[in-house]
């Protein structure tokens, strides 16, 4: 059996739909996220105190525009969970992009897809597949070599984070 794959022609193509620009204002948001904590950083405000004033702030939106917010926080123990989870790796990228090069902090921090897989493995049991192993060593492989330094005789130790920037980018679970 063949199958034959063809481009649609430009008259049957439909125009950007909402889901496709929303996903472009997500990439330029996140594209562009670096900027204002570099510069806060720069005017002598910490990343830290940054995050703090962010998320103080998008919580009283939260209060004001969503009624039982508090309360739902309050009686959902997994909720705090997730509220400490994402609030430490974000708090952790912030402070990554703020201080050291947003290069090597931004693909370390895309590298969490990875932590998934190895994370739905050890606590939901999930089975790592051939293909979940081919895409974790295609991902490591392509960050091994983006971040090794130029000339780097061994890739390998070379593409680790350095320093602590990175350190605090990388997304450990």
Known sequence: ?????????????????LPILALMFNATVWGLSWWPFRQFEAAGMHPLWT???????????????????????????????????AGTTNTAFNWGVATGDVVRVVLLFYLMPLWAVLLARVVLKEPLTWMAGARIALALGGALVVLAPEGAACRCPAAWPTGW?????WPLP
Do not use: N
Request: glycine residues 6%; positive net charge.
């Open 1 to 17: 059996m063949s199958v034959t794959v063809s481009a649609p022609s430009s008259s049957s193509r439909a125009p950007l739909s």
């Open 165 to 169: 920037a990175c350190w605090v980018g």
């Open 51 to 85: 995050t703090v004033i962010m998320y103080a702030l998008s919580w009283g939106v939260v209060l004001v525009t969503q009624r039982g917010a508090a309360a739902e926080l309050l009686r959902s123990p997994a909720l705090w969970l997730v509220l400490l989870a």
